[in-house]
């Protein structure tokens, strides 16, 4: 997890397409590409991660997770972390750097968008329609459940009907039922959440194993993580992925091509890949970062930016935690830390609410082990003194949360630009993030506190506690590279190229022209896998320099 020490192989010969990021988007594109027989490189600023590494089954596992094992890459400060200037942030953004990405470390929520998230201005009369629908993008969901086995129930009746996910859903857990049934009572909606985890084995995987630390790696493999899913069986197709290398700067040729990057190593060296193609695929803030470091004559605001929407509309979903405190020993530490069950009662608009678009609900255990459960978010106002112990018996092992992911709209003023002085450990300007909470989604986010302790005081809980909006929440990161039909008003068309630069693509989280209300993995995946199709359909027709 520290530096690296191993140096970086020399990238020889030029591939047909070069992707920056090994994360999710990364991951689908190089897999696609490869089995369509294309030469493909990844060039990955961390390293392969390890599954004996990952802290679950060790003792000190909630020590390591809040700083080796840290969401935000300024507090782990590794090499291959770069850190960020949050000072300007309502929302501090958080991400993995290493194969697999953010994924290593995410929840494994797999949810989709709804058929509205694509046509909100046509619907609710703000932000903009996607270039594409929801029937679009349905057959690439369903090709990337199948990929990663996604665990989950087929029916929801907030989606339209679609394909059997894989596997069967995941375990609900003791004290889920109760929240279920008063959801039944209340006449609200609620769905065995789908899930990015075996529950069965599958293909050569097995079952999660109940850690409950999914989110400081999953040492089971039973969490999909693009290091599993699909970067092992690109590279068994020919893909090469180099690891531990910082991409500074993409390199536009005399004929407005790229002609590939250029990156350097933990010690210092310098060297440059050459391909026909380039695919960004570094979250909405590291693409976002690295457009901006690779100004030049043909772009001084920053490569592929002359719609001036580089870095802008950056989303990140406003975060709410409702969590009720139940009499019954729930054993809340064991199983997923994710969904168990999701509800999406109230995502879409209501006028008579008084703002627009709205937010899913993730019920998920609460606590986790015995040291969270003492630290003051979760054990209350009286943390220390006398009253202590009886709080933490009291809320350990005994909790349920909703999770509330609100939607954010795109605003051009919640943006990613270089710092001023702020830099990583070679030198490079880090990002700053401005971003601030819009008024439309404070009144969402009170709004649906209100309505989640309704279900949890139904569901029994005696004590049913806040948190209106947690600052290290950002983990979904959108929207600084948006993709529409008009270059004017958009940096990528609805296939993911770039409108300035025929050969650069863009393929994670950046494209997004709305945030929608659920987590975006499962959307990330997709688009991307619908992009690569693109891209291996049109190679006969694709401009690549000389």
Request: charged letters at 20%; glycine letters at 10%.
């Amino acid at each position: 997890m520290g530096a690296r020490t191993v140096p970086v192989p020399r990238v020889d010969g030029r591939a047909d397409v070069l992707i920056i990021g090994g994360g999710a988007a990364g991951g689908v594109v190089g897999r696609r590409l490869a089995e369509a027989g294309m030469s493909v490189l990844c060039l990955e600023q961390g390293d392969w991660p390890d599954r004996a590494d990952y802290p679950g089954p060790k003792p000190d596992w909630e020590l390591q997770a809040m700083r080796r094992w840290a969401a935000d890459p300024t507090v782990r400060g590794r090499w291959a972390d770069y850190p960020i200037d949050a000072s300007e942030s309502d929302i501090v953004p958080l991400m993995y750097n290493g194969v697999g990405g953010s994924t290593v470390l995410y929840a494994g929520d797999w949810p989709r968008l709804t058929p509205s998230d694509f046509r909100v201005r046509t619907l609710d009369g703000v932000a903009d329609d996607w270039p594409l629908t929801y029937e679009d993008l349905e057959p690439f969901y369903d090709r990337i459940a199948r990929a990663v086995g996604v665990a989950g129930l087929a029916g929801d009746p907030a989606y339209p009907g679609g394909a059997e996910l894989p596997l069967p859903p995941l375990p609900l857990g003791r004290g889920v039922m109760d929240v279920v049934r008063a959801h039944d009572r209340l006449g609200w909606h609620w769905w065995p959440a789908p899930s990015a985890i075996l529950s069965a084995p599958y293909a050569g995987r097995q079952p999660c194993a109940q850690w409950g630390a999914c989110m400081q790696g999953c040492p089971e493999g039973a969490k999909a993580s693009t290091d599993v899913t699909h970067w092992p069986q690109a590279i068994a197709l020919g893909a090469r992925v180099v690891t531990g290398a910082r991409v500074t700067r993409l390199l536009l040729g005399p004929d407005g091509l790229l002609t590939g990057a250029e990156y350097v190593d933990a010690e210092g060296r310098t060297d440059r890949a050459e391909a026909d193609v380039v695919v960004l695929a570094a979250n909405a803030v590291g693409t976002a970062r690295l457009l901006l470091l690779s100004a030049c004559p043909a772009f001084p605001d920053g490569l592929a930016n002359t719609s001036g929407l580089v870095g802008r509309r950056l989303m990140m979903h406003p975060f709410a935690v409702v969590t009720g405190v139940f009499d019954d020993a729930l054993e809340t530490w064991r199983g997923n830390v994710g969904s168990r069950i999701h509800s999406l009662q109230f995502y879409e608009t209501d006028d008579s609410r008084g703002f627009v678009r709205g937010a899913k609900w993730s019920l998920a255990p609460s606590t986790g082990g015995p040291i969270n459960a003492a630290m003051p978010a979760r054990a209350g106002a009286a943390v220390w003194g006398p009253d202590h112990h009886a709080r933490v018996r009291e809320r350990f092992g005994h909790c349920l949360s909703w999770g509330i992911f609100g939607e954010d709209l795109p605003d051009e003023e919640n943006r990613v630009t270089l710092d001023e002085t702020l830099v990583d450990t070679s030198g490079v300007a880090a990002p700053r993030v401005s971003y601030r909470t819009s008024a439309n989604s404070r009144r969402l986010l009170d709004f649906h506190v209100d309505r989640a302790r309704e279900s949890l005081a139904e569901a029994g809980a005696h004590t049913v506690d806040t948190l209106t909006q947690m600052r290290s929440a950002g983990w979904h990161l959108l929207g600084t590279a948006r993709m529409g039909t008009d270059r004017e008003t958009s940096v990528v068309d609805e296939w993911g190229r770039a409108h300035d630069i025929a050969n650069l693509y863009v393929a994670d989280g950046s494209v997004f022209i709305t945030a929608g209300g659920v987590n975006p993995t499962n959307t990330i995946c997709a688009l991307a896998l619908r992009f690569a199709d693109r891209l291996i359909e049109n190679r006969a027709h694709q401009p690549v320099p000389a």
